[in-house]
C-alpha cells in the first residue's frame, strides 16, 4: 500500500495537476493543509484525498512528520504541490515498492521555470529522498528538510516535473520568505557570519551555478536562476548578521 501526502496552503492552481499524478498510483492521498482560504480544499476532497488542517509554523519538517503519522501505507511518497509524478517515474515508483532491500528513494527533479525546463545549474541536477518505508525515519531541519531515512537509499533514473515560481516577483517572494527561516536555523545554530562570508558565498553561489554545473547552456532562464539563487544566499546571510546584531 502507498500512501501519497501532500503539504498545501493556497495550492488551488497546482493541486489538481498533481494529484492527477498520482490517481493510479496511490492507494490513499493524505493533505495536510496550513489552513488555505481558497479552493484547495474543495479541490482535494472532491479528489477523494484526507484532509488535515494544521498550522504549518515555520516548520516543514514538522508538518510531514504528522502526515508520517496519519499515513497507513507501507510505503509513503512526499510530493509538493506544484510537483507531478511523470509518467515513467510512475513505473519506476511500483517496481521499487516489491523490492524488500530498499528503504528509500531518492527521486530526481527537474524545474520548469519561466516557460522551460532547467537541464543545468544545481537545479537541474538536484534529488529528494521523497519515497521510504513507513517508520523508516524522521524528518529533520524546519526548513530545507531532510528525511532521515535508515537503510539502503537508492536513486531514480526518471524524475518528477516541478512548477515553482510563476514569475521573476513569485520567485522573489519566496526567496525573502526562505532565507528569514534559514537565517533563523543559522542563529538557532550559533553561526555567525562576516562580510566576507557575505561576498563570498554569493559569487561562489552563482559561480557555481552558471559556470560550473553550466547553467549558462539553459540561457535567459539559467542567468536569472543563478542570480536569483545567489541573491538567497547573500539575503539570508545579511537576515543572519542583523538577527546576530541585536
Known sequence: ML?????????????????????????????????????????????????????????????????????KGDWILFLDSDEEVTPELKAEIRIYLNNPEIMGVRIQRKDFFLGKMLRYGETGTIRFLRLAKRNSGLWERSVHEIWNVKGTVIQTKSWMNHYPHKTIREFLDDI????????DIFLSEGKTVSLWHMIAYPVGKFLMNFYWKLGFLDGHQGMIMALCMSYHSFLTRAKLWEKSAR
Open 176 to 183: 525573502n520568505t526562505y532565507s528569514t527561516l534559514q537565517a
Open 3 to 71: 500512501s501519497v501526502c501532500i503539504l498545501t496552503k493556497n495550492s488551488e492552481n497546482d493541486l489538481p495537476r498533481a494529484l492527477a499524478s498520482v490517481a493510479s498510483l496511490a492507494d490513499e492521498t493524505i493533505l495536510i493543509d496550513d489552513f488555505s482560504v481558497d479552493g484547495t480544499i474543495r479541490i482535494a476532497k472532491k479528489s477523494g484525498a484526507r484532509v488535515y488542517l494544521r498550522h504549518l509554523n515555520s516548520d516543514f519538517a514538522s508538518q510531514r512528520n504528522f502526515a508520517l503519522q496519519k499515513a
